[in-house]
């Protein structure tokens, strides 16, 4: 009767360590998977992040050198503008006087 008992006992427990370790392992099963879920979601959390970035910095790239080139620009036709004044002067200033009053006379009659 002993040995039935403590036999009867023992598969009891064996039993209850069974189940406890099926729960375990559908616990463990559990956290992996949501291991793996938060690793993906991580993932493409950071990739949309990075493209959003990255269209950011293209985006600020191409506007800064539209404003260089705008910037550029100007200052050609500002620098061409210049030289153009001050070349008639000294082309005015070298000018004979006769040349310098048929120019004059020239440029008054257009205006």
Do not use: H
């Given at each position: 009767?002993?040995?039935?008992a403590?036999y009867?006992?023992?598969s009891?427990r064996?039993?209850?360590a069974?189940k406890?370790?099926q729960?375990?392992?559908?616990?463990i099963?559990?956290?992996?998977?949501?291991i793996?879920?938060?690793?993906?979601?991580?993932?493409s959390?950071m990739?949309?992040?990075?493209?959003?970035?990255?269209?950011?910095?293209?985006?600020?790239?191409?506007?800064?050198?539209?404003?260089m080139?705008?910037?550029?620009?100007?200052?050609?036709?500002?620098?061409?503008?210049?030289?153009?004044?001050?070349r008639?002067v000294a082309?005015?200033?070298?000018m004979?006087?006769s040349k310098?009053a048929?120019?004059?006379?020239?440029?008054i009659s257009q205006?």
């Amino acid at each position: 009767d002993d040995a039935i008992a403590k036999y009867t006992e023992a598969s009891a427990r064996l039993a209850e360590a069974e189940k406890n370790k099926q729960q375990a392992d559908a616990v463990i099963k559990e956290i992996e998977a949501s291991i793996s879920k938060d690793q993906q979601d991580l993932k493409s959390a950071m990739e949309t992040s990075m493209k959003v970035q990255l269209a950011r910095t293209a985006e600020a790239a191409e506007k800064s050198m539209k404003e260089m080139n705008s910037g550029a620009g100007e200052q050609l036709e500002a620098y061409i503008l210049e030289q153009a004044v001050a070349r008639g002067v000294a082309e005015l200033t070298l000018m004979p006087a006769s040349k310098k009053a048929a120019y004059l006379d020239s440029v008054i009659s257009q205006l």
